[in-house]
């Protein structure tokens, strides 16, 4: 399977609507991602994963997906992914919701994947909000439901979890994809340059300890006055890093062999001797 991960930068207080950076991104899906079997964008791309003052204005209305309509900033990415023909997870948006949650709050961060007819095939709330308190735990609710699936077509036999950047931080989530039947860990994030060696860290170490393979999109740019980590990554179920991106605006194109995952776990069986 081919893997593009598209590592999306901005620069602080750049002018660039959401309406401007969808086209941009859609632009990026086509040059990018042709070719591919599967391509991935960061966290909050369209919101800025730092900048929660413009998360309301930013946010965007979901309730339509089962019907087919797309919001505004996934309509010119789900019309370059119908161009390419590949499985598209869009990283996430700022969801709005006119019920609100359990904390009585209306937004949520939220995941999209598209099929190559740009037809939703999946989506995944992030569970574990970053912010101690403020940021995403003051404004956002917290989703509650582990997420794996089937990709389609081209990338057809592949089973992923979808968990969203702080979410990494957390490995009994990986423990409940792995149950699920998980072989691949996709991860969208807007993980800070501050912290940027836990990243590295934490995707080998959920990639070794449940032998699946990770593939991870950062942003790169600066999110209100955070510089990001970029470093975008994919590593194998062994934990070696097959690729790994820099610090600025960057694409990584990679092939996978999605039958290492079962090699790996036969060859070293540590799972059976799990005992919790």
């Given at each position: 399977?081919?893997?593009?991960?598209?590592q999306l930068?901005?620069?602080?207080?750049?002018?660039?609507?959401?309406?401007?950076?969808?086209?941009?991104?859609?632009?990026?899906?086509?040059?990018?991602?042709?070719?591919?079997?599967?391509?991935?964008?960061?966290?909050?791309?369209?919101?800025?994963?730092?900048?929660?003052?413009?998360?309301?204005?930013?946010?965007?209305?979901?309730?339509?997906?089962?019907?087919?309509?797309?919001?505004?900033?996934?309509?010119?990415?789900?019309?370059?992914?119908?161009?390419?023909?590949?499985?598209?997870?869009?990283?996430?948006?700022?969801?709005?919701?006119?019920?609100?949650?359990?904390?009585?709050?209306?937004?949520?961060?939220?995941?999209?994947?598209?099929?190559?007819?740009?037809?939703?095939?999946?989506?995944?709330?992030?569970?574990?909000?970053?912010?101690?308190?403020?940021?995403?735990?003051?404004?956002?609710?917290?989703?509650?439901?582990?997420?794996?699936?089937?990709?389609?077509?081209?990338?057809?036999?592949?089973?992923?979890?979808?968990?969203?950047c702080y979410?990494?931080?957390?490995?009994?989530?990986?423990?409940?994809?792995?149950?699920?039947?998980?072989?691949?860990?996709?991860?969208?994030?807007?993980?800070?340059?501050?912290?940027?060696?836990?990243?590295?860290?934490?995707?080998?170490?959920?990639?070794?300890?449940?032998?699946?393979?990770?593939?991870?999109?950062?942003?790169?740019?600066?999110?209100?006055?955070?510089?990001?980590?970029?470093?975008?990554?994919?590593?194998?179920?062994?934990?070696?890093?097959?690729?790994?991106?820099?610090?600025?605006?960057?694409?990584?194109?990679?092939?996978?062999?999605?039958?290492?995952?079962?090699?790996?776990?036969?060859?070293?069986?540590?799972?059976?001797?799990?005992?919790l």
């Amino acid at each position: 399977m081919k893997v593009a991960i598209i590592q999306l930068g901005y620069a602080e207080g750049a002018d660039e609507s959401v309406e401007a950076r969808a086209q941009r991104v859609a632009g990026l899906v086509r040059s990018a991602g042709a070719g591919h079997d599967l391509v991935l964008l960061p966290e909050l791309w369209s919101a800025g994963g730092f900048a929660s003052t413009e998360w309301e204005e930013r946010s965007q209305d979901l309730s339509g997906l089962e019907r087919g309509e797309l919001p505004p900033a996934l309509v010119p990415v789900a019309e370059a992914t119908r161009e390419i023909g590949a499985v598209v997870h869009t990283g996430s948006v700022v969801e709005r919701t006119v019920e609100p949650g359990e904390e009585g709050r209306h937004l949520w961060n939220t995941s999209v994947v598209l099929d190559p007819r740009g037809e939703v095939c999946a989506t995944y709330r992030k569970i574990h909000r970053f912010g101690f308190g403020g940021g995403e735990p003051k404004l956002m609710e917290a989703g509650g439901e582990v997420v794996v699936t089937d990709l389609p077509a081209p990338a057809d036999g592949l089973r992923i979890g979808l968990s969203t950047c702080y979410d990494l931080r957390f490995p009994e989530l990986y423990r409940a994809q792995l149950d699920r039947g998980a072989e691949v860990f996709v991860i969208p994030s807007a993980w800070p340059m501050a912290r940027v060696e836990h990243w590295r860290l934490l995707l080998r170490a959920r990639a070794v300890e449940d032998q699946c393979f990770v593939v991870a999109a950062n942003t790169a740019g600066t999110h209100a006055g955070v510089e990001m980590g970029g470093h975008s990554a994919v590593v194998d179920p062994a934990g070696s890093v097959l690729a790994e991106a820099g610090a600025e605006e960057e694409t990584l194109s990679i092939e996978i062999d999605a039958s290492q995952v079962g090699r790996v776990r036969e060859a070293f069986p540590v799972l059976s001797d799990r005992r919790l």
